[in-house]
């Protein structure tokens, strides 16, 4: 055991050398076993390994209702975020994907304080490429619901501090996971055309019985959070997006995702039909440094937790100015058609400032400062519209 902690400095010592040696030459960086790459994979490397860890504090003005953050104190420092992304390829056509979350502050079960596993994915690029498709993936494993484009985001990529109402409460859970498989493939030049399409474990929402005081309805994580277990059948999804302009300087996108699932509900387990509409659009131009960005998400069941809902966001690159820096704004609307359920109506408005360390990678470090003004409202209780306003601020460093 000695002698093998006589090496480790010596083997320090060899490697700095062979490193400082190795400087001179520009390509060296591009070679080795290990590396920091980008969030999508670099997948000329067998093992890339980023983490990001993001900070917050939050002061809310009523913390005696829910507040953009739900039930948070008025006041509070937190990490909402501490992720590592592990990526490589281990053949030219076969890559993974891993990531585990060390926070506990986003949990979706109050009991589980140890972390969680949130992607475990590998893909497979099958050896298919005509005139009209250009790629087709196999993906297996845990991985981000599709359907839609906003809850494919983690919490380090969002133009604002929080996902927008609809992916927070339609799409429950949008910020997990859930386990199952899916091709994923894009046609045409510049990936005019993309298609998804998949089945997963469809433990994506628990509906409650119908008129139950209280209400019942709450979503589950893909691996059934309690008070929840994973018993419904699987749910069947599926998402189109349209790359209508892909140029340098301007990208207009539109895209439609629907989501399929009969989940179990009441005390008799009866099977329902629970389903989600997904529409979505993105634009850029002026050099991409001004975007606009907006989302419709429909669910529909049989009796109950008929939602909709929508945001509009747009941003502007201050180029002029300084070019780290960016404004943001959003506008959210939710809406319960029956008001069976716990789900209020409510709206959110987010003014906003990012600023990038390094604009051409702007996720790697930023600042983010967020004001929300919210406005809500429970039928079921016969209340009034109580309003909330929270100012939000954020650190968000990839090492």
């Not at 997006?241 to 300087?249: I, K």
């Not at 929300?372 to 309003?387: C, I, Q, S, W, Y």
Request: glycine content about 8%; some cysteine.
């Amino acid at each position: 055991m000695k002698r093998c902690l006589f090496l480790v400095p010596l083997l320090l010592v060899v490697g700095l050398s062979t490193a400082a040696a190795q400087g001179e030459d520009d390509d060296s960086i591009y070679t080795g076993f290990i590396k920091k790459g980008p969030m999508t994979g670099n997948l000329d490397k067998l093992l890339n390994v980023n983490l990001f860890v993001a900070g917050r504090f939050s002061q809310i003005d009523n913390s005696g209702i829910d507040s953009a953050l739900g039930r948070d104190d008025a006041d509070s420092v937190g990490i909402p975020g501490a992720r590592l992304y592990l990526t490589g390829q281990v053949h030219p056509d076969l890559s993974y994907k891993v990531a585990y979350e060390f926070s506990t502050e986003n949990d979706l079960d109050p009991n589980d304080r140890n972390g969680r596993l949130t992607d475990a994915l590998l893909t497979w690029r099958m050896p298919i490429e005509t005139d009209l498709l250009n790629r087709l993936d196999f993906n297996v494993g845990l991985a981000p619901i599709f359907l839609s484009p906003a809850g494919q985001e983690d919490l380090f990529f969002l133009d604002t501090i929080e996902h927008p109402l609809i992916v927070q409460n339609i799409l429950p859970p949008g910020t997990a996971r859930d386990e199952g498989v899916f091709f994923k493939g894009s046609f045409l030049e510049r990936d005019t055309i993309q298609m998804w399409g998949g089945i997963f474990n469809g433990a994506h929402r628990q509906i409650g019985a119908a008129g139950a005081f209280p209400p019942t309805s709450f979503a589950v994580d893909a691996w059934g959070s309690s008070p929840g277990t994973d018993v419904d059948p699987f749910a069947y999804m599926g998402r189109v997006q349209v790359n209508v302009l892909n140029e340098e300087d301007y990208f207009f996108m539109v895209s439609g995702g629907l989501s399929h699932n009969k989940v179990l509900d009441g005390p008799m387990r009866r099977k329902i039909d629970d389903t989600l509409l997904d529409l979505a659009t993105e634009v850029r131009f002026n050099d991409r440094l001004t975007w606009l960005k907006s989302e419709f998400i429909r669910t529909r069941t049989h009796h109950a937790d008929d939602m909709y809902g929508f945001h509009v966001t747009a941003g502007h690159r201050i180029d002029f100015i300084c070019e780290h820096l960016e404004v943001v704004a959003r506008w959210d609307q939710q809406k319960l058609n029956d008001h069976r359920s716990s789900v209020d109506d409510l709206w959110a408005a987010t003014f906003g400032v990012n600023y990038f360390f390094d604009p051409e990678h702007q996720h790697d470090g930023k600042f983010q400062l967020n004001w929300v003004m919210k406005e809500t409202r429970n039928t079921d209780l016969a209340r009034p519209f109580h309003g909330d306003t929270a100012l939000l601020f954020q650190f968000v460093m990839g090492f």
